[in-house]
């Protein structure tokens, strides 16, 4: 009989929380196997678990997404889909999900080579999109996403099996201090939280609007704060950060009157595809993270998204 390979990232078992030492690469291939950015950019990723690349792309460009995500917020046929979400209480849409596939333009950008190669370099490998969404704070209303491993759900809830993804933020509006911008612990990517807590069934319902299950202990959390301390990622519009799956981030309330806005992909390995979900838990649905049709992405040549 064949015993089961132990799982070096259990979480949400049964047992407290706890902090796992990183077992898997930050960058894997020597960051060798694409060219998206220079060496010492690949080393700060190493280092600090994301990069921040400002003004990445053109204010026409950028004009061009914003214009294509308000579109969809507002699209009856898509606010109606499972893959519009609402803020808690509320009727304003959160997240849309799955958008490189309800949007050509928003497809386009995925397969765009100064997104893709930066992961393809980052990962050593071809990748595929693990996840796509448009998160929308509203002014006055939007609320507030809390700390968390976005690899601990992928990897309890999804069955991702290592830490070789990558999420890709565009900012489509400017991200300011007040207006509930990402916020991240550098470093943490190199500690894996164990979590506390059995995850019910049909978690992504109400963890997509509001996240209760696979956060952080509050322990662990200054632990990692007082370590690396936080990271407010603040800047342009047209500006980019790529961040580790296992990096902690969360970010604040938005009770300005400045919207914000952006375009998310997960970029994930095609030598990471997912497994069963942990726990005996059942698949998240397609939009949510992608298990059942995938094909590598073949990055495009830049172009002005705002040509045609």
């Not at 304003?92 to 393809?120: G, M, T, W, Y």
């Not at 990517?189 to 069934?201: A, K, L, M, N, V």
Request: with cysteine.
């Amino acid at each position: 009989m064949i015993t089961p390979a132990k799982d070096i990232y259990a979480s949400r078992a049964d047992r407290g929380a706890a902090i796992i030492a990183r077992q898997d690469p930050v960058v894997y291939a020597g960051g060798s196997y694409a060219e998206g950015t220079s060496a010492e950019n690949i080393a700060a990723f190493d280092r600090d678990g994301f990069l921040f690349l400002e003004n990445l792309l053109s204010e026409k460009e950028t004009a061009v997404l914003l214009a294509e995500v308000e579109r969809l917020a507002k699209d009856p046929a898509i606010r109606h889909r499972d893959e519009a979400i609402r803020e808690p209480g509320s009727d304003l849409v959160r997240s849309i999900f799955k958008v490189h596939e309800l949007s050509p333009v928003l497809q386009r950008l995925s397969r765009d080579a100064r997104l893709a190669n930066i992961a393809r370099q980052i990962l050593g490998s071809d990748v595929y999109i693990h996840q796509s969404r448009a998160n929308l704070k509203p002014g006055f209303h939007g609320k507030e996403f809390y700390w968390h491993s976005d690899f601990e759900t992928w990897h309890v809830e999804d069955g991702m099996p290592a830490m070789r993804a990558i999420s890709c933020s565009v900012l489509l509006t400017d991200n300011v201090a007040e207006n509930g911008p990402l916020m991240v612990v550098p470093g943490s990517h190199r500690q894996f939280i164990s979590c506390i807590g059995e995850t019910p069934d049909n978690h992504y319902q109400e963890s997509l609007r509001k996240q209760e299950y696979g956060v952080p202990d509050p322990v662990s959390l200054q632990i990692l704060v007082e370590q690396g301390g936080i990271r407010s990622i603040t800047g342009k519009a047209g500006s980019v950060v790529f961040f580790d799956c296992n990096l902690m981030h969360g970010s604040n309330g938005n009770i300005t009157p400045w919207p914000r806005a952006n375009v998310f992909m997960v970029y994930n390995s095609m030598d990471n595809t997912l497994e069963p979900p942990k726990h005996g838990l059942a698949p998240r649905p397609e939009f949510v993270a992608t298990r059942e049709r995938f094909e590598a992405i073949k990055p495009l040549e830049p172009t002005q998204l705002g040509s045609r």
